[in-house]
């Protein structure tokens, strides 16, 4: 029997946080999901993480360790600050199985398609996680991968 599980997080951006930065954060997410079975995805905007990791095993408690070490060792790294668990939930099906941590980095894409977004599930044009319920942040980051990838694809 396979357990899934998922957990949402966000924490706030150290001041000076550059893109060499993010492109570490996302190279080492990368290796450590993947050795992990961990899928998920990394949303960045307005100073602010949002993420979400999912992931798998033959146990569940085996899982929550796992799940447990990868959030403690992120909540670790000095580059951000001020972790908030939004969600830890079993679910029937990854959402993002395809990867070991997709990025989406807002200051990337139409600033206008985000912002609507963001305004469409919370109270805010501007990422705040911690005034959003963790379906909120679900729906909004599943919409962030649909206009990532059409901006993309052009």
């Not at 079975?37 to 960045?44: A, D, Q, V």
């Not at 580059?79 to 941590?101: A, Y």
């Not at 985000?114 to 996680?129: C, G």
Request: glycine share 4%.
């Amino acid at each position: 029997m396979m357990n899934l599980y998922r957990l949402i997080y966000s924490s706030y951006a150290k001041p000076d946080l550059g893109y060499h930065d993010l492109k570490d954060i996302m190279e080492k997410s990368e290796r450590n999901n993947q050795s992990d079975g961990i899928t998920g995805l990394l949303c960045y905007g307005d100073s602010i993480f949002l993420q979400i990791l999912e992931g798998d095993s033959c146990g569940a408690l085996r899982y929550r360790k796992i799940v447990s070490k990868t959030y403690h060792r992120i909540a670790l790294d000095t580059r951000h600050h001020t972790p908030e668990l939004i969600e830890c939930i079993p679910i029937e099906s990854r959402l993002f199985g395809i990867w070991s941590m997709k990025a989406v980095n807002f200051s990337n894409l139409n600033s206008q398609e985000v912002r609507n977004l963001i305004l469409k599930y919370s109270t805010s044009t501007t990422l705040q996680p911690h005034t959003m319920t963790s379906q909120q942040c679900l729906n909004l980051m599943q919409a962030l991968v649909t206009v990532y990838d059409k901006a993309a694809s052009f």
